[in-house]
């Protein structure tokens, strides 16, 4: 079932819990060498998921899969929708929606590529400007510096609403959300 590139087992495995629509799914987040990407089916080429956290655990187990299953990094598509909706060009956005909106956008980007929707990763460039924003928004205890509350143009709220619908058309397809 394991994509060869990820087939490493000192690998960990990360699960992440995408809710769309009312409906959850389970997939496998890794780290790479050269990239980041989700656990993907050797002979389809698909990303493996589950719908639920016990079939998530079923997938490790019998895969033999090296998961940290500590924490789950959840991605409400309809709660960050909400946070970009609520972006005002003359109210700074605070750190905590700074760091949903670009867990978001960073996960789903990773999705993209390991899905080989590489025109749907191409918001990448669109949202280059953005991405640095959010992250200098986040309050991250690494950054030398205290956070900025960034503040979006018309322009960049468009360009982050574009790219969210993008990348909410591209969870609900790979994971089969009606």
């Known amino acids: 079932m394991r994509d060869v590139s990820f087939d490493d087992e000192n690998n960990i495995h990360y699960p992440v819990e995408f809710i769309v629509q009312q409906e959850h799914r389970y997939p496998l987040w890794l780290e790479g060498d050269d990239e980041d990407g989700f656990l993907k089916d050797a002979d389809s080429g698909s990303v493996v998921y589950a719908k639920?956290?016990?079939?998530?655990?079923?997938?490790?187990?019998?895969e033999e899969l090296n998961v940290n299953s500590g924490s789950i990094l959840e991605i409400d598509v309809g709660l960050v929708r909400g946070l970009i909706?609520?972006?005002?060009?003359?109210?700074?956005?605070?750190?905590?929606?700074?760091?949903?909106?670009?867990?978001?956008?960073n996960i789903s980007q990773d999705l993209a590529r390991a899905a080989k929707g590489e025109n749907e990763a191409g918001e990448d460039v669109v949202l280059g400007d953005?991405?640095?924003?959010?992250?200098?928004?986040?309050?991250?205890?690494?950054?030398k510096r205290k956070a900025i509350s960034p503040l979006f143009n018309n322009d960049e709220i468009l360009q982050i609403r574009f790219c969210h619908e993008k990348y909410r058309q591209l969870i609900v397809e790979n994971f089969s959300i009606s």
């Open 85 to 105: 909706d609520s972006i005002n060009p003359i109210v700074a956005v605070d750190a905590g929606e700074c760091s949903v909106i670009l867990d978001f956008f």
């Open 52 to 62: 639920t956290r016990l079939e998530l655990d079923e997938i490790s187990e019998r």
């Open 130 to 143: 953005i991405l640095v924003k959010l992250f200098e928004g986040c309050d991250l205890p690494s950054m």
